[in-house]
């Protein structure tokens, strides 16, 4: 009876320490969020103008590069001007554009203290293998970050503020579906880009094999081109296969490392 009692008051004990780690993790995560959101809303008039609002001027470096490649491509201008439709519209983006800018550049550390607290529960060789992990899936959001800001977005914006049903219509955005579009636009391509370590937990799990993905391969291709036709705007050719190339090389690295994860597990049962 005594000995029981100690064993589920230890348990007890047990649970309240993974909650109270738990809680504490959260809050760091949190405090690091509002940090980079404070910094942000103290420099968001330089941040707005140059980085979010960056893709409503045709001198954007996305668009001086598609005039390099061919005249063709050339954004000579956006037809569109933008407004704030309520009263407390800017002061409203002013805090949500803060926001996203220190969700954005707080991930890493967020991702680094749900590691933190799952490193106890591992052995040591996952200790190794988990960190590697870790190390990659801020790697590859700031990747999809960028792929999105520099490729999606101005391919969307430039369509998007040039598409005209009507002659007597004119492009009037409220500042906040600007902000809002192309803040998803650059979230998605970051959740996107987190493929390759999706495919590496499914692998380890056994759900997911090289055979299958390699078998479905073609599938995945019209899957790919599904995908950039939905996220992108653009009806043309050319802005589907600037989207559409580098979500296929990430299908590419997921059979890889599926592979390797494969590979692994044989030569361990040998």
């Avoid at 759900?207 to 081109?225: C, G, Q, S």
């Avoid at 009806?235 to 296969?241: A, G, H, K, T, V």
Wanted: glycine share 4%; charged share 15%; aromatic share 14%.
């Amino acid at each position: 009876m005594g000995k029981s009692f100690v064993k589920d008051h230890s348990a007890e004990f047990s649970v309240l320490d993974h909650i109270e780690e738990l809680r504490w993790r959260l809050i760091r995560a949190v405090v690091i969020i509002l940090v980079f959101t404070v910094v942000a809303f103290i420099y968001m008039p330089y941040i707005f103008h140059t980085i979010i609002l960056a893709h409503a001027y045709p001198d954007f470096w996305t668009y001086r590069m598609l005039c390099r490649i061919d005249n063709s491509l050339c954004v000579d201008t956006l037809n569109f001007t933008l407004l704030s439709r309520e009263m407390s519209g800017q002061f409203t983006i002013h805090l949500k554009s803060a926001f996203i800018v220190g969700f954005i550049a707080g991930f890493p550390f967020i991702v680094w203290e749900i590691w933190k607290y799952i490193k106890p529960a591992l052995h040591k060789n996952e200790i190794n293998v988990s960190f590697k992990v870790v190390s990659v899936v801020p790697f590859l959001f700031i990747i999809g970050i960028l792929f999105g800001y520099f490729i999606l977005a101005p391919l969307s914006v430039n369509f998007l503020a040039n598409y005209n049903i009507d002659a007597a219509i004119q492009n009037q955005f409220d500042i906040t579906s600007y902000v809002s579009t192309v803040t998803i636009m650059v979230l998605v391509c970051g959740l996107i880009f987190q493929l390759p370590v999706l495919v590496y937990f499914l692998a380890m799990a056994g759900i997911l094999t090289p055979e299958f993905m390699r078998k479905y391969r073609r599938v995945a291709i019209i899957l790919v081109f599904i995908i950039a036709g939905i996220i992108t705007p653009s009806p043309d050719i050319m802005s589907q296969l600037i989207v559409a190339i580098p979500i296929y090389l990430l299908y590419e690295i997921s059979i890889y490392t599926a592979a390797s994860i494969s590979k692994k597990r044989k030569m361990q049962e040998v």
